[in-house]
T-cell receptor, first 112, second 113 residues
Framework: EDQVTQSPEALRLQEGESSSLNCSYTVSGLRGLFWYRQDPGKGPEFLFT???AGEEKEKERLKATLTKKESFLHITAPKPEDSATYLCAVQAETGGYQKVTFGIGTKLQVIP | DSGVTQTPKHLITATGQRVTLRCSPRSGDLSVYWYQQSLDQGLQFLIQ???????AKGNILERFSAQQFPDLHSELNLSSLELGDSALYFCASSHDSSSYEQYFGPGTRLTVT
Protein backbone atom coordinates (compact mmCIF):
# COMPACT_ATOMS: atom_id res chain seq x y z
CA GLU A 1 0.00 0.00 0.00
CA ASP A 2 1.25 3.47 -0.87
CA GLN A 3 2.36 5.49 2.14
CA VAL A 4 3.25 9.13 2.61
CA THR A 5 4.67 10.36 5.92
CA GLN A 6 5.29 13.99 6.68
CA SER A 7 7.41 15.40 9.47
CA PRO A 8 7.29 17.26 11.67
CA GLU A 9 3.54 17.37 12.29
CA ALA A 10 3.85 20.96 13.45
CA LEU A 11 6.62 23.53 13.19
CA ARG A 12 6.91 26.93 14.78
CA LEU A 13 9.48 29.33 13.33
CA GLN A 14 10.50 32.88 14.01
CA GLU A 15 10.19 35.19 11.02
CA GLY A 16 13.40 34.83 8.98
CA GLU A 17 14.32 31.45 10.51
CA SER A 18 14.84 29.02 7.61
CA SER A 19 13.89 25.35 7.91
CA SER A 20 12.83 22.26 5.98
CA LEU A 21 9.76 20.05 5.92
CA ASN A 22 10.12 16.37 5.10
CA CYS A 23 7.95 14.02 3.09
CA SER A 24 8.98 10.38 2.90
CA TYR A 25 7.12 7.98 0.68
CA THR A 26 6.76 4.31 -0.14
CA VAL A 27 5.09 3.72 -3.48
CA SER A 28 5.56 1.54 -6.50
CA GLY A 29 5.25 3.10 -9.90
CA LEU A 30 5.77 6.71 -8.81
CA ARG A 31 4.50 9.16 -11.41
CA GLY A 32 4.95 12.38 -9.49
CA LEU A 33 5.22 14.03 -6.09
CA PHE A 34 3.26 17.17 -5.29
CA TRP A 35 3.39 19.88 -2.68
CA TYR A 36 0.32 21.86 -1.72
CA ARG A 37 -0.35 24.67 0.72
CA GLN A 38 -3.62 24.69 2.63
CA ASP A 39 -5.03 27.55 4.69
CA PRO A 40 -7.64 26.74 7.36
CA GLY A 41 -11.07 25.96 5.91
CA LYS A 42 -9.86 26.32 2.31
CA GLY A 43 -8.92 23.98 -0.49
CA PRO A 44 -5.28 23.03 -1.04
CA GLU A 45 -3.32 25.32 -3.34
CA PHE A 46 -0.95 23.66 -5.78
CA LEU A 47 2.72 24.56 -5.34
CA PHE A 48 5.03 22.10 -7.14
CA THR A 49 5.24 18.83 -8.99
CA UNK A 50 8.47 16.82 -8.97
CA UNK A 51 8.89 13.89 -11.31
CA UNK A 52 12.31 12.36 -10.76
CA ALA A 53 15.09 12.11 -8.19
CA GLY A 54 17.41 15.10 -8.28
CA GLU A 55 14.77 17.48 -9.50
CA GLU A 56 14.36 20.85 -7.77
CA LYS A 57 11.74 23.57 -8.12
CA GLU A 58 11.54 27.03 -6.57
CA LYS A 59 8.83 29.56 -5.95
CA GLU A 60 9.56 32.69 -3.94
CA ARG A 61 10.81 31.52 -0.52
CA LEU A 62 10.02 27.86 -1.19
CA LYS A 63 12.23 25.23 -2.77
CA ALA A 64 11.22 21.61 -3.25
CA THR A 65 13.66 18.77 -3.82
CA LEU A 66 13.18 15.07 -4.51
CA THR A 67 15.22 11.93 -3.84
CA LYS A 68 14.25 8.31 -4.42
CA LYS A 69 12.64 8.03 -1.01
CA GLU A 70 11.78 11.52 0.18
CA SER A 71 11.14 15.11 -0.68
CA PHE A 72 12.02 18.27 1.19
CA LEU A 73 10.30 21.61 1.17
CA HIS A 74 12.84 24.23 2.17
CA ILE A 75 11.53 27.54 3.43
CA THR A 76 14.03 30.38 3.34
CA ALA A 77 13.53 33.44 5.56
CA PRO A 78 9.83 32.70 6.13
CA LYS A 79 7.27 35.42 6.73
CA PRO A 80 4.06 35.20 8.80
CA GLU A 81 2.03 34.86 5.60
CA ASP A 82 3.78 31.54 4.98
CA SER A 83 1.87 30.11 7.93
CA ALA A 84 -0.29 27.26 6.62
CA THR A 85 -0.44 23.49 6.46
CA TYR A 86 1.84 22.06 3.79
CA LEU A 87 0.67 18.82 2.19
CA CYS A 88 2.72 16.34 0.26
CA ALA A 89 1.10 13.86 -2.14
CA VAL A 90 2.34 11.14 -4.46
CA GLN A 91 0.78 9.79 -7.60
CA ALA A 92 1.39 6.17 -8.47
CA GLU A 93 0.17 3.82 -11.13
CA THR A 94 -0.99 0.36 -10.17
CA GLY A 95 -2.75 -2.06 -12.49
CA GLY A 96 -3.45 0.65 -15.02
CA TYR A 97 -5.03 2.88 -12.38
CA GLN A 98 -3.51 6.14 -11.20
CA LYS A 99 -4.02 7.04 -7.57
CA VAL A 100 -3.03 10.02 -5.45
CA THR A 101 -2.10 9.56 -1.79
CA PHE A 102 -1.75 12.54 0.53
CA GLY A 103 0.23 12.88 3.73
CA ILE A 104 -1.34 14.34 6.88
CA GLY A 105 0.60 17.57 6.44
CA THR A 106 2.95 19.81 8.40
CA LYS A 107 1.32 22.74 10.13
CA LEU A 108 3.71 25.67 9.90
CA GLN A 109 3.41 28.74 12.10
CA VAL A 110 5.70 31.70 11.50
CA ILE A 111 5.90 34.13 14.40
CA PRO A 112 6.62 37.83 13.65
CA ASP B 1 -9.35 31.68 -6.79
CA SER B 2 -8.63 28.31 -8.44
CA GLY B 3 -11.53 28.50 -10.90
CA VAL B 4 -13.15 25.38 -9.43
CA THR B 5 -16.57 25.98 -7.91
CA GLN B 6 -18.41 23.85 -5.39
CA THR B 7 -21.92 24.09 -4.03
CA PRO B 8 -23.22 24.23 -1.43
CA LYS B 9 -20.61 25.70 0.92
CA HIS B 10 -22.21 24.21 3.99
CA LEU B 11 -24.68 21.39 4.45
CA ILE B 12 -26.29 20.19 7.66
CA THR B 13 -28.38 17.05 7.55
CA ALA B 14 -29.51 14.14 9.69
CA THR B 15 -28.28 10.58 9.83
CA GLY B 16 -29.83 8.31 7.23
CA GLN B 17 -30.38 11.11 4.75
CA ARG B 18 -28.97 11.55 1.25
CA VAL B 19 -27.20 14.63 -0.12
CA THR B 20 -25.68 15.72 -3.42
CA LEU B 21 -22.57 17.84 -3.71
CA ARG B 22 -21.84 19.67 -6.93
CA CYS B 23 -18.58 20.67 -8.59
CA SER B 24 -17.75 22.65 -11.72
CA PRO B 25 -14.15 22.25 -12.91
CA ARG B 26 -11.89 24.97 -14.26
CA SER B 27 -12.60 25.93 -17.82
CA GLY B 28 -10.87 23.47 -20.13
CA ASP B 29 -10.20 20.83 -17.46
CA LEU B 30 -11.50 17.37 -18.27
CA SER B 31 -10.71 15.55 -15.04
CA VAL B 32 -12.57 15.90 -11.76
CA TYR B 33 -11.47 14.41 -8.46
CA TRP B 34 -13.32 14.10 -5.18
CA TYR B 35 -11.63 14.09 -1.78
CA GLN B 36 -12.80 13.80 1.80
CA GLN B 37 -10.92 15.61 4.55
CA SER B 38 -11.60 14.94 8.18
CA LEU B 39 -9.59 16.11 11.18
CA ASP B 40 -8.15 12.73 12.04
CA GLN B 41 -7.55 11.30 8.58
CA GLY B 42 -6.24 14.06 6.37
CA LEU B 43 -7.15 14.26 2.71
CA GLN B 44 -8.54 11.00 1.33
CA PHE B 45 -8.92 10.45 -2.38
CA LEU B 46 -12.38 9.15 -3.27
CA ILE B 47 -12.80 8.99 -7.03
CA GLN B 48 -11.69 10.51 -10.34
CA UNK B 49 -13.64 11.08 -13.54
CA UNK B 50 -12.15 11.98 -16.88
CA UNK B 51 -14.37 13.29 -19.64
CA UNK B 52 -17.42 11.54 -18.23
CA UNK B 53 -15.81 8.20 -17.41
CA UNK B 54 -14.58 6.84 -14.11
CA UNK B 55 -10.77 6.79 -14.19
CA ALA B 56 -9.60 5.96 -10.69
CA LYS B 57 -11.12 4.88 -7.43
CA GLY B 58 -9.80 5.41 -3.93
CA ASN B 59 -11.34 4.87 -0.53
CA ILE B 60 -14.92 5.51 -1.58
CA LEU B 61 -17.67 3.82 0.38
CA GLU B 62 -20.43 1.89 -1.39
CA ARG B 63 -22.92 4.41 0.05
CA PHE B 64 -21.18 7.11 -2.01
CA SER B 65 -21.36 7.50 -5.76
CA ALA B 66 -20.35 10.11 -8.28
CA GLN B 67 -20.80 10.99 -11.90
CA GLN B 68 -19.52 13.49 -14.42
CA PHE B 69 -21.96 14.99 -16.87
CA PRO B 70 -21.46 15.94 -20.55
CA ASP B 71 -20.85 19.57 -19.55
CA LEU B 72 -18.06 18.19 -17.29
CA HIS B 73 -19.58 19.22 -13.99
CA SER B 74 -19.63 16.47 -11.40
CA GLU B 75 -21.86 15.42 -8.54
CA LEU B 76 -21.00 13.38 -5.48
CA ASN B 77 -23.95 11.58 -3.94
CA LEU B 78 -23.75 10.51 -0.30
CA SER B 79 -26.52 8.28 1.03
CA SER B 80 -27.50 6.63 4.32
CA LEU B 81 -25.41 9.26 6.02
CA GLU B 82 -23.65 8.50 9.28
CA LEU B 83 -22.13 10.80 11.88
CA GLY B 84 -18.68 9.78 10.66
CA ASP B 85 -19.38 11.19 7.22
CA SER B 86 -19.12 14.70 8.62
CA ALA B 87 -16.13 16.23 6.86
CA LEU B 88 -14.96 18.69 4.27
CA TYR B 89 -15.49 17.41 0.75
CA PHE B 90 -13.22 18.87 -1.90
CA CYS B 91 -13.43 18.69 -5.62
CA ALA B 92 -10.34 19.25 -7.75
CA SER B 93 -9.80 19.43 -11.48
CA SER B 94 -6.95 18.98 -13.89
CA HIS B 95 -6.54 19.35 -17.61
CA ASP B 96 -6.00 15.70 -18.41
CA SER B 97 -6.21 12.30 -16.79
CA SER B 98 -2.67 12.25 -15.44
CA SER B 99 -3.51 14.65 -12.60
CA TYR B 100 -0.03 16.07 -12.29
CA GLU B 101 -1.47 19.43 -11.27
CA GLN B 102 -4.79 19.53 -9.51
CA TYR B 103 -6.68 22.69 -8.66
CA PHE B 104 -8.97 22.49 -5.68
CA GLY B 105 -12.32 24.11 -5.04
CA PRO B 106 -13.24 25.77 -1.75
CA GLY B 107 -14.95 22.64 -0.43
CA THR B 108 -18.34 21.70 0.99
CA ARG B 109 -18.54 21.30 4.75
CA LEU B 110 -20.95 18.49 5.56
CA THR B 111 -22.28 18.12 9.08
CA VAL B 112 -24.35 15.05 9.89
CA THR B 113 -26.34 15.32 13.13
Amino acid sequence: EDQVTQSPEALRLQEGESSSLNCSYTVSGLRGLFWYRQDPGKGPEFLFTLYSAGEEKEKERLKATLTKKESFLHITAPKPEDSATYLCAVQAETGGYQKVTFGIGTKLQVIP
Amino acid sequence: DSGVTQTPKHLITATGQRVTLRCSPRSGDLSVYWYQQSLDQGLQFLIQYYNGEERAKGNILERFSAQQFPDLHSELNLSSLELGDSALYFCASSHDSSSYEQYFGPGTRLTVT
